[in-house]
């Protein structure tokens, strides 16, 4: 006769960092066909906002391609928004700017973020506190008071946006940066080398970055999640880049009152399109996670 | 058999795990009658905790148990399949090995002990706390009132044993199960906590069951001793037929363990020999065997049985110690210089240490 | 902690005043116009002016900069609107010269409710949820609420919104489609939806946090004992397990709460709520720097102070942390 107590069964699991999805508890060894099936959304996505231009779509300017505000259809596949133009084509060549701008917006925080957290971890003291000092004061501001007030000023470029939009990710990677370049520059082979005579920089450049860089590629993938949400709100708000118009700005179109009620889908498919999108980079960057951490134990954000 | 508390037949515990299945209980029977002692002790990994688990509904849910145990005139594990709710920690309480993690660090010790109270005897939260003062004194802890108030980490290791005491105390138990209650306690204060619980034990008419890897605790404070060995019994005997007349190589080995006040001072301690076996590699035949010098090729092969050796005395040998067959099958070992198994025969003797530290004229 | 709401409303501050042209909204184009070479005789006339107005427009731009104390160097400026905030004065509105402060005790109230309940609805739904899934961890319903907390990560929080918005205002009219005062019910009930939508990917993430640590904290042994007493597995997980666990989801919370903000001037505007949120957009917008500093001054003093409030509630939890403070 068996005894069923049901205690949970025990299992090693790690607390969990406070940024983004959580790991499950037991790491699996191969990474699943659901990973795969995300990568494959993603790179669908991506090769379609590449070759746009190439593919033998409608126009996605062109103003009667269908009737005003069609369901899907046959001629239209997504449909027509409130001037008649293509949703299915207008899906894809808004992917070019939504995955545009998070991409260059990820790259340039992942950039000022590395460099800020290595540094601080590195050389620890004044400059550490300091900087530490500077992202807990940007962690405080309501990210999307900061972005009104630089777009509102400075303008609606696209390089304008994306540099704001990087002082999302940028606290994070500057955050782990820190911790792990802390965590390693205590270990044997940063002491080695410096007693081989490397000087400080050679020692962050060539000991520690390379063990650095595939936590952050983490990072970097679910960060690329984060910006295209938050280029979403900015192009709602109807503060993104000007010309041309991302997935948020759809459904900015989409979502007014008198369209949202007769034509939902006009929302609807952009909002789609940006979940899968998401959920795709939120999943990858998720399950990379859980892969790695088994072999670099002790490798945290804490 | 009329007084019997506990009857424990024939239980078997194995864990599922991805290499199969381990036993850690491999056919383990006792009998324990009211207000008795019966001290289990063996080393870690012979299945004493995992026994004790299994008596108190505490092992998880992949663990396969088989066999019968009968508390008074009831099923335990019939009751454990049913759910039943005011039994463990009522009739049947346990205190364990850790008193710096048995306790909840965020609850008030005087909450710890009252709500046991409060839930199996439907007390209100007033009397239960008065009772829970009362048991602190009786556990020999001073100042129990402001004691109900304070936190564990407030109080030292032997406080917070006595505190765990106290909660397993609170209903009134029938049947006290303490696995290591002072392995993990300063040496001076061992003996305190021991005591104790013999006084407790004694006012409440309270029956014991004392788990520990030492037989010098259980020598003046057990009415029985089990030894058990990988998930085995291998001597069951009162105490003082265990200590006068040990049958089993494995008893024999752990006296030999324990450091006897005429030892001279700097002799080196003998340990048996080896480890313990992997839970999931245990080999055919007895599984003491590879590290006992009594041990004859039969012992590999074929599992020894309980047999008698006496009242009340049983033992799992082939070659037993004090009898004819086991000092045969020594001598033989050691004229060949290993044993059945293998193991060098010198290890087992004891060794005088080369190095003397005492300065010249001074004691040894 | 002051040095922070210092240094955050002097960032905002600058950029306000250095970045972009406070004169801009009183004076108009003029603002952009050399007044002082004008005034001082050098310039006839600017592209752009009307002919012989310029003079004239002039010095309402050099009387404008003399009001509000333009001239003065950026330090001093930001000095005297702290002095001016410290008593209670936020200035007036560019647009309607409204006081500020009036502004703020209108709208700051409805804002602090949505965030309650959402906060309130996220922990609501993420505490049971977690004991749940931490109780039988791995078994189904833990699988499916990765999943399930997954997916409400995921979705963009204004996406979720219109979401809402369409199937229970349009669609089925459950909701009213803009704010109703009358009374508290009326209130809780137009704010309702939009503390969904906040609250929901909250308690993904709150769940998701309290299960990890729920799980690390039955690893105890306290637990075992707590299960040697022969107590009720609700009665562990709730009443044992459940407060020390707690600590990383409520540093979380504190944390999130300007997330929250930025979170509600999108909400605000998809569900119509006169908040600060909204209040704020609109001001940005329309470069009205004394709304604009106020309600930044206003949400970073709440971070300020819900992070401090985050601090007592540990040493509630823990008293191994009271005795230090």
Known sequence: MTLNTSEPIAVESPPEAADGPDADKVAPRRLGISFWTAIGWILLVSAAALVAPWLPIADPEEIGAGGRLDGPGWDNWFGTDSNGRDMFSRTIWGARVSLMVGL????????????VGVVSGYRRGFIDRTLSFIVFVILSFPSLVLFLLIISIVGQGLWVVSLTLSVLVVPSVARLGRAITIAFSEREFVAAARLLGATNRRVMVREILPNVLIPMSVILLLGLGITIVAEGGLAYLGLSVADGFSWGKMIQIGAAPRTLRTAPWAAFFPIGAMFLTVLSLNWVGDRLRQYFDIREQGIGSR | MAGTLLSVQDLKVGFRTEQGVVRAVDGVSFDLEAGQTIGI???????????????????????????????????????????????????????????????????????QIAESLRVHLKKSRREAFAEAGDLLEQVGIPEPGKRLTQYPHELS??????VVIAMALACGPRLLIADEPTTALDVTVQKHILDLLDDLRRDRGMAMILITHDLGVVKGRADEIMVMYAGHTMEEAPTATLFSEMRHPYTEAL???????????????????????????????????????????RCLTDRPGLTSHGSGHACACHAPVGTPSGSEARAANESAGTTAAGLDMAQFTRKVPVIDFAPPGAEG | ??????????????????????LFNVVGFYASVDCDAVLAGEVEDVIGTRPGSTVGECQIVAEAREKYHLNDPLPVRYGRWVGAMAQGDFGESFKNYMPVSTILSERLPKSLLLMGMSVSIGLGVAIPWAVAAAYRANGRLDKASTTGAFG??????????????????????????RFVDDDLFSRLRSLFLAALTL?????????????????????????ITAKAKGLSDRRIMFRHVLRPSLFGTVTVVGLNTAALFSGSIIIEQIF?????????????VRDDNPVVLACVVVIVAAFVIINSVVDLLYSYLDPRVRRDT
Request: glycine share 10%; charged share 15%.
């Open chain 1, 104 to 115: 260059v917006s990820i790259l340039v925080g992942f950039l000022i973020g590395g460099v």
């Open chain 2, 41 to 111: 002790v063996g080393e870690s990994g012979s299945g004493k905790t995992v026994t004790a688990k299994a008596l108190m509904n505490l092992l998880p849910s992949y663990a396969h148990v088989e066999g019968t145990v009968i508390f008074g005139d009831r099923d335990v594990f019939a009751m454990a399949a049913n759910r039943e709710k005011h039994f463990w920690g009522v009739e049947m309480t346990m205190v364990f090995q850790d008193p710096m993690t048995s306790l909840n660090p965020v609850k008030k010790v005087g909450e």
């Open chain 2, 157 to 162: 290791g032997g406080l917070r044993q006595r």
């Open chain 2, 255 to 297: 006296l030999e363990t324990i450091p006897k006040i005429d030892t001279p001072s700097h002799t080196r301690l003998v340990p048996i020999p080896g480890r313990p076996p992997e839970v999931i590699e245990i080999p055919d035949g007895c599984p003491f065997a590879p590290r006992c010098r009594y041990s004859t090729a």
């Open chain 3, 1 to 22: 902690m002051f040095a922070v709401v210092f240094a955050a409303t002097f960032l905002a501050y600058s950029a306000m005043n250095v970045l972009g042209d406070p």
């Open chain 3, 152 to 177: 409400l990560l995921s979705i963009p929080g204004f996406a979720l919104g219109v979401i809402l918005f369409y199937f229970f205002v349009i669609r089925y009219q459950i909701f009213p489609s």
């Open chain 3, 199 to 223: 609250g929901l990917p909250l308690a993904a993430i709150y769940q998701r946090l309290l299960r990890t640590d729920l799980i690390t904290t039955l690893q105890e042994d306290f637990v």
């Open chain 3, 272 to 284: 119509s709520i006169p908040g600060i949120g909204r209040e704020l957009y609109v001001s940005v």
